[in-house]
């Protein structure tokens, strides 16, 4: 469609540019101008000059690369008002005045190569684990700090300083703005992964608070999944998409109209979204094919074996139980381990599976993992052992946080209740 040029149309046609090439724009602002701040200053500029000169000249044929000229340019007349004060403006200034502007920045292959790039800066390992996942979701996804602050039960000021150090901590330990080499590639992947991944898991299973999701945060994780996907379609790039998608089919079924949970085997698979699910297992199928899958990959197999049942009984407990065995043999995990031992009750019964966390517990692992103890007292309580299931069911709701798991236990707890003592 062709954009509109002088007419009434002209301030929707800026919005929906800023939703859909900001921070593709942005990208290549930082990696012209080499700072966080002084992109989004003159990102700001740009489109603020676009409000004002779209309406009287027209909507430029290529909106993305006058933002990024405007852009550029706005903030060489910045850096040269302040030349009389910061030297290193001033040189700054004629250091990319002289630079040409090579058509290539603002071509689509230009623009991705910066977005790839700032996804990989952003998810640096020299920066810390929650300034990963700030510093990503305000510069790739665009959320404000308020937005991220209240995603993550935050305050907006602790949000901003955590932010503002993951910016200085890039300029000042000169964290290069660029793609790693390929030898280099794995392990730096592997952050990017574990960034989009905890976002992703915040907003399908809140760590706190009234829901049980926050599909704003799952959803900007998915969003990143795609974008990886589509810049560097590696195989566990690929899985760890597939795992999103598998998940997010199932939001629908798993809390009831009131708001509470409903466990795995007891949803109704009709409200599975189908789509999803079938997206997911080509991205499955895509990335085992390849031989060089990992962890996420392990992953989204066991979650596309549920997708695949019909129902909760046609489950391929033994399939799920195999590809459990392969994921801790490359990625031993106590919690893999809980999860396995929940696929070995289901294949050989729970006295099965009670065995294999009583293990773990007696290790010290997992000790104040609520969801531990939530499932040996649930083996316990299908083993008829009501005294074990109902103390295990009370230290797990000592230790749960989300309301919605709380009100759960409460109810299993209270079931136990007409069980006779013994």
């Known amino acids: 469609m062709a954009l509109p040029g002088k007419d009434g149309r002209v301030d929707e046609v800026v919005e929906a540019t800023y939703r859909s090439e900001s921070r593709r724009v942005l990208a290549t602002l930082i990696h012209l101008l080499g700072d966080f701040d002084r992109a989004e200053e003159a990102l ?3 489109f603020m000059a676009a409000v004002e000169q779209w309406p009287r000249d027209g909507v430029p044929a290529n909106p993305r690369a006058w933002l990024v000229s405007t852009g550029r340019f706005k903030a060489i007349d910045s850096m040269r008002r302040r030349a009389r004060f910061d030297e290193s403006a001033s040189e700054l200034a004629r250091r990319l005045d002289g630079e040409a502007m090579e058509p290539a920045l603002w071509d689509e292959q230009g623009i991705e190569d910066d977005r790839l790039r700032l996804i990989f800066t952003c998810c640096h390992p020299a920066l810390q684990a929650d300034a990963r996942i700030a510093l990503t979701m305000r510069e790739v996804c665009g959320l404000t ?3 991220i602050a209240r995603a993550f039960l935050t305050a907006a000021p602790t949000m901003a300083k955590r932010i503002v150090r993951a910016k200085a901590k890039i300029r000042d330990a000169r964290i290069p703005y660029e793609v790693p080499t390929q030898s280099e590639l794995a392990p730096r992947l592997d952050t990017v992964l574990q960034v989009i991944y905890l976002v992703f898991t915040e907003g399908y299973s809140a760590s706190s608070g009234e829901s049980l999701t926050r599909p704003d945060l799952s959803g900007e994780a998915i969003r990143l999944g795609r974008l990886l996907v589509e810049l560097l379609p590696e195989p566990e790039s690929q899985g760890l998409l597939a795992l999103m998608l598998l998940h997010e089919s199932r939001r629908g079924a798993r809390t009831s109209p009131e708001g509470d949970l409903v466990l795995l085997d007891d949803q109704n698979r009709s409200l599975w979204n189908r789509d999803l699910i079938g997206e997911g297992i080509a991205l499955v199928e895509q990335a085992l094919e390849s031989r060089r899958f990992g962890a996420y990959t392990l992953e989204a197999a066991i979650a596309a074996t549920h997708a695949e049942a019909p129902n909760a009984a046609a489950t391929d407990w033994a399939q799920i139980v195999a590809l459990y065995d392969a994921l801790l043999s490359g990625n031993p995990s106590p919690v893999v381990e ?16 009670l065995t294999l966390i009583e293990g773990i517990l007696a290790r010290g692992e997992l000790e104040d993992y609520y969801l531990a103890h939530a499932t040996r007292a649930d083996f316990y309580r299908r083993l008829g052992e009501v005294e074990q299931a109902r103390a295990s069911y009370e230290r797990a709701l000592e230790l749960a946080r989300p309301e919605v798991a709380r009100r759960f236990l409460a109810r299993r707890l209270k079931e136990l209740l007409s069980f006779p003592r013994q």
Do not use: K, S, Y
């Open 338 to 353: 809980l999860n396995r031992a929940v696929a070995v009750a289901m294949r050989d019964g729970p006295q099965a599976g």
């Open 145 to 147: 700090t308020e937005e």
């Open 44 to 46: 700001h500029d740009a």
